[in-house]
C-alpha cells in the first residue's frame, strides 16, 4: 500500500485518533511542545492554513486564538470525523493535497504542515514548499515540522505500539533505523534533516530560521 494510501485509507479518521491516543508520555510532551510553538505565532485575526488536518486534531487550539482555520487533507473519512469535532465556525474543511493548493496567491497569513507532514505526505517536498509559500502572504509565515533525532527512542516505542495495535504493519526491524522507521507491509516513516530543509528552500528570497523546539521537533520557519 502506498503511504498516501495509508493516511486516506488506513491510518484515518479514528484510527488515526487512537495513534495519538495511545502516544507514549515523550511523544505527548512532543506534540503539546509543537503546537505550542505554533500558537506563539498565531495573531488575532490570522487566515491560518493547516496541511494535512487529519480529524482536526490542531485546528481548535488555533482557532482559540482568534483565527480563522482552514483544514486540509486527502482523506474523506478524516475530514468527514473532523466536520463533528469541530464546533467553530471559525474552522473550515477542503479535500485537497498539500501540493497542489486550490487557493488564491497571498490567502492566508500562516500556513503549517507541522508534525511531520512534509515528509509523511508522500508528495514532492519542494512542490510542497512553494505552494505553501505562494499561498501565504507578504509578511506571514509558513511553519514545517519534522522530529528531531533526539527523539528517535520514543517515535521508535510509538510505532512499535501502532504496530501492536495494528495500525501500522509489523515493524521492520532490519530495515528500522537513522530515523526511519519501516514497516513489514511497505509503510516508511521518514524525517527531513536541517540540511535539506535548507536545500528544500534554497531558491526562495528570504533564509529560512531553524529551530529546534523541546529536543523533539525540527522547525523550518519560512518569513515572507
Not at 495511545?22 to 505554533?38: S, T
Not at 482523506?75 to 471559525?90: I, N, V, Y
Not at 509578511?139 to 512499535?160: C, D, N, Q
Not at 501502532?162 to 514497516?183: F, P, R
Request: charged fraction near 25%; include cysteine; charge should be negative.
Amino acid at each position: 500500500m502506498r503511504r498516501e494510501g495509508y493516511y486516506a485509507q488506513k491510518l484515518s479518521a479514528e484510527r488515526l485518533r487512537r495513534c495519538y491516543e495511545i502516544a507514549p508520555a515523550p511523544i505527548q510532551r512532543y506534540l503539546r511542545a509543537e503546537i505550542e510553538f505554533v500558537l506563539e505565532r498565531v495573531e488575532r485575526g490570522d487566515r491560518v492554513l493547516d496541511l494535512g488536518c487529519g480529524y482536526g486534531r490542531v485546528m481548535p487550539a488555533l482557532a482559540e486564538r482568534d483565527a480563522s482555520v482552514v483544514g486540509v487533507d486527502t482523506s474523506p473519512e478524516s475530514l468527514t470525523m473532523a466536520a463533528t469535532l469541530l464546533p467553530t465556525p471559525a474552522c473550515r474543511l477542503a479535500r485537497m493535497s498539500a501540493d497542489r493548493l486550490g487557493f488564491v496567491d497571498g490567502a492566508f497569513d500562516l500556513v503549517l504542515c507541522i508534525q511531520n507532514g512534509i515528509s509523511a505526505f508522500k508528495v514532492d517536498a519542494r512542490a510542497l514548499v512553494d505552494e505553501a509559500v505562494r499561498v501565504t502572504s507578504p509578511g506571514g509565515r509558513v511553519l514545517l515540522s519534522t522530529y528531531s533525532p533526539k527523539i528517535w527512542a520514543a517515535r521508535l516505542e510509538w510505532f512499535r505500539a501502532q504496530a501492536a495495535e495494528g495500525l501500522v504493519g509489523e515493524i521492520d526491524e532490519a530495515a528500522t533505523g537513522d530515523g526511519v522507521i519501516a514497516c513489514k507491509d511497505g509503510f516508511t516513516a521518514c524525517t527531513v534533516t536541517e540540511v535539506e530543509f535548507v536545500s528544500l528552500t534554497a531558491h526562495l528570497p528570504n533564509r529560512p530560521s531553524i529551530h529546534e523546539v523541546a529536543e523533539s521537533s525540527l522547525f523550518c520557519e519560512i518569513q515572507l
